[in-house]
């Protein structure tokens, strides 16, 4: 059976790795209405994406097209597709319920969100993350605000596992200079600040830089201000069809980060968990069926 070929989407995200800032940041543009963002002339696509028009012309060629013409050909070609077939435009995340329905509207934002953010994504943003959480001999300090606690505290059990000397920091301000004491130069501190950014989780970073500690930022697309003092910068899409934004973003990217400093860490980290297993063991807090 003849493989069917790569969609523009696919094409943009399966190249994503190949593509500088400026191209990641056009992909995300494309990617964000797509197809219809790439419907426009040249002009408003650079527009749109806060690029310049050299810029789309060299990433169409790295999608293998002759120029920006060609491009928009075979994206006309998708459209016209999807707009003939009809089991197309039946498709929807839940089959049973209707195409508006919140499960299928929640579901196609957060996917989205998903593929926006990941093309958007600064490897080398990511490396070095994971570099530094990797580093024992950088203590690791831990901090969320009233939502973001939870990512924070997830973050917490899993690195407490993988490594030595990490702290998670109480949300209650008061607390704060008693953890400061111990921050030393290059030690990191991981901070999780979304819309709506708290104060508090910035002066905190501003007294821990002020003592050499090194930040590692968890934020939304607008980006917390502690973004101006942070070293690395891991921005996800949160905005959903709900009152609240969504952790589905940021929760991937965090998992994915603890899988990364794990394979770093591997030797040792194994030890902590058949130390961890023989202390659960001994302790009996889990059933075991074996």
């Known amino acids: 059976m003849a493989q069917t070929p790569d969609s523009i989407s696919e094409r943009l995200t399966r190249l994503n790795d190949r593509f500088t800032r400026a191209e990641r940041q056009l992909a995300g543009s494309l990617l964000e209405n797509y197809p219809v963002s790439g419907l426009g002339s040249i002009t408003e696509v650079a527009q749109n994406a806060g690029v310049s028009t050299p810029t789309v012309v060299r990433m169409m060629r790295k999608l293998g097209y002759s120029g920006f013409p ?56 990511f490396e070095r993350a ?15 605000g009233r939502i973001t606690r939870a990512l924070a505290d997830y973050f917490f059990l899993h690195m407490q596992v ?22 030393r130069k290059d030690d990191v ?59 589905i973003v940021p929760m991937l990217i965090m998992e994915t980060l603890l899988a990364a400093v794990q394979e770093r860490t591997w030797s040792q980290t194994r030890e902590r968990m058949e130390d961890l297993e023989e202390m659960f063991d001994q302790t009996r807090f889990f059933r075991k069926f074996t």
């Open 189 to 247: 501190l991981v901070v999780f600040d979304m819309r709506r950014y708290e104060n508090a989780t910035l002066k905190l970073a501003e007294m821990a830089r002020a003592r050499g500690a090194v930040i590692l930022l968890f934020t939304d697309q607008w980006q917390s201000p502690v973004s101006n003092m942070a070293e690395v910068v891991l921005a996800s899409r949160i905005a959903v069809p709900s009152a609240w934004d969504s952790a």
């Open 70 to 125: 060609a491009f928009q050909a075979e994206l006309r070609r998708e459209v016209e597709a999807k707009i003939s077939n009809p089991i197309a435009k039946h498709e929807s995340w839940a089959a049973q319920a209707p195409e508006g329905h919140i499960l299928n509207r929640f579901t196609k934002a957060a996917t989205s969100n998903i593929r926006q953010s990941l093309a958007q994504m600064d490897m080398a943003d």
């Open 130 to 144: 994971a570099s530094l959480l990797a580093d024992e001999s950088r203590a690791l300090y831990i901090i969320g």
């Open 162 to 183: 993988i490594r030595p000397e990490v702290t998670l920091i109480q949300s209650v301000s008061n607390a704060w200079p008693h953890y400061l004491l111990n921050v």
